[in-house]
């Protein structure tokens, strides 16, 4: 498969490109023109056939993703009390199996700027589809591991594939959304995520009563049963996934001369030239995009450290193996409404910088009052962890749009975001190292009150640098009448 998406994405592109240039051409040349000429509701209906087309498939791919990166946390405790988990039957230590986590991040961030290159450079449904069936066979693999080696390996490599998709799908909606529309259709992507924590915790339930079967451990059942789903869906998203839509063949020529009005000031085109140096050298030093990235850094560690520990966690609240695994849907699924609300009102007032803050400051204040409260208040503890999860991951969406907003070039665009995930990177592997085995007992003191510090960084940031853009603004903004979104 990966072999034949090669030899097509080699295939000679540059008569496409023309005929897109030429179309756009005019809608580009006076954008503020063009804006103007848009009917409003052409641009709904188009955003509409839009949203079928693309939405509900990026948040599977997503979904999928996250639950192949997840499943290690599951696979941790599943069936421990009879020594068929994972750290048992492979050998390893609590802190060799951290290690095993730490390497999947360093991949992360190490991969992630190049894919972006290579999603555009590919097309999104090749690279997408290409970096889906590798990672799923990589998972399949991890139910045949034997040892901590192999195991670190295999994650390394499963990084190495997963790294791109994130990055890689907030970049790819830039091609089809303006600012004002990305953040709740990043939300819903991202919001996938808790829904396959959610999904995650109930099919580990389900795969635990299959310990023994054809010989193998529930464990390594989960992880086969959890990669073939993302493989044979690779192939169909090879041939759904639309690339452009100057390219899309279920638009109408108007439709397409629409998308493009729409996005001529405020989105990225499939068409764009190639990044010069001189524009990667220009969002490079852009300090303002470092505050972003900084901001982003933050809310990392929370993220990460939930979707790897949160089975240690409800596990260390009373419920015991299997049942700690069904404990882990609640906090997942109300932070799965709890994300698409604040997006969508994020988005509705256009102030993604007091939502993110807002919602950090909500998290920060379930760790720390998880931190604080007794050890044996086992229910209160378990609502707190409800709560901050609600909160860490409801305020990534508005970030991820703010930043997008605030970049005006398709090279900018591309750089910025993947620059901004990598940089997530080192929070989430601080995120593997904060809940640390030997606290089991206590509660997990050191995650949380880690987690409540970076959320109220987070909020702190945030306000700090909406107060920035609002001064920016009073002043003239970004220059040539363009001004930032805050």
């Known amino acids: ?248 063949k279920w638009l109408s020529e108007d439709e397409k001369a629409l998308a493009a009005r729409r996005l001529a000031v405020q989105g990225s085109h499939g068409s764009g030239a190639a990044m010069t140096w001189e524009e990667a050298k220009s969002t490079l030093l852009e300090w303002r995009l470092w505050a972003h990235y900084s901001i982003y850094f933050g809310i990392s560690t929370p993220f990460s450290s939930l979707s790897l520990f949160t089975p240690s966690i409800t596990a260390g609240l009373g419920f015991a193996d299997l049942r700690a695994q069904l404990m882990t849907v609640p906090p997942y699924a109300v932070a799965y409404v709890v994300t698409l609300l604040v997006s969508w009102s994020a988005d509705r007032f256009n102030a993604r910088a007091l939502h993110s803050a807002a919602l950090s400051t909500i998290g920060a204040i379930g760790f720390l009052a998880s931190a604080l409260l007794p050890v044996e208040s086992y229910s209160q503890r378990y609502g707190c962890l409800i709560v901050a999860a609600s909160g860490a991951f409801a305020c990534i969406p508005p970030l991820l749009g703010w930043l997008s907003s605030n970049l005006h070039t398709t090279a900018a665009i591309g750089l910025a975001i993947a620059l901004n995930i990598s940089m997530g990177a080192p929070g989430q592997i601080v995120g593997v190292w904060i809940y640390k085995a030997d606290e089991a007992t206590r509660g997990y003191p050191t995650g949380h009150w880690t987690n409540a510090g970076l959320l109220f960084f987070v909020a702190a940031g945030c306000v700090s640098l909406h107060c920035y853009y609002w001064w920016r603004n009073r002043n003239g903004g970004a220059g040539n009448g363009v001004m930032f979104k805050y």
Request: with cysteine; charged share 15%.
């Open 1 to 248: 498969m990966s072999a034949e998406m090669e030899k097509q994405a080699a295939a000679p592109t540059s008569s496409m490109n023309e005929d897109v240039e030429a179309h756009n051409k005019s809608a580009y040349d006076s954008p503020s023109d063009a804006e103007q000429a848009i009917d409003r509701q052409e641009a709904k209906a188009l955003v509409r056939k839009q949203d079928l087309r693309i939405v509900p498939l990026s948040a599977a791919i997503y979904l999928l993703c996250y639950l192949d990166r997840s499943n290690i946390g599951n696979a941790k405790v599943l069936n421990s009390s009879t020594k068929n988990d994972l750290l048992s039957e492979t050998g390893m230590t609590a802190y060799q199996y951290t290690i095993a986590l730490m390497v999947f991040l360093i991949a992360y961030a190490l991969f992630e700027v190049p894919s972006n290159y290579f999603l555009k450079k590919l097309r999104p449904s090749r690279w997408i589809a290409f970096l889906m069936f590798c990672w799923g066979a990589i998972t399949v693999g991890l139910g045949g591991s034997q040892s901590y080696a192999s195991v670190t390996v295999i994650r390394f490599l499963l990084g190495v594939f997963e790294a791109g998709l994130f990055p890689g799908l907030v970049y790819y909606l830039t091609f089809w959304y303006t600012t004002e529309e990305r953040s709740f259709r990043v939300a819903i992507i991202l919001a996938s995520a808790t829904l396959a924590g959610a999904f995650g915790g109930a099919i580990a339930y389900g795969v635990g009563h299959m310990n023994g079967t054809s010989g193998l451990s529930a464990w390594r059942w989960l992880f086969i049963l959890e990669g073939i789903p993302s493989i044979v869906s690779s192939f169909f998203v090879f041939f759904l996934l639309p690339d452009y839509p100057e390219t899309a």
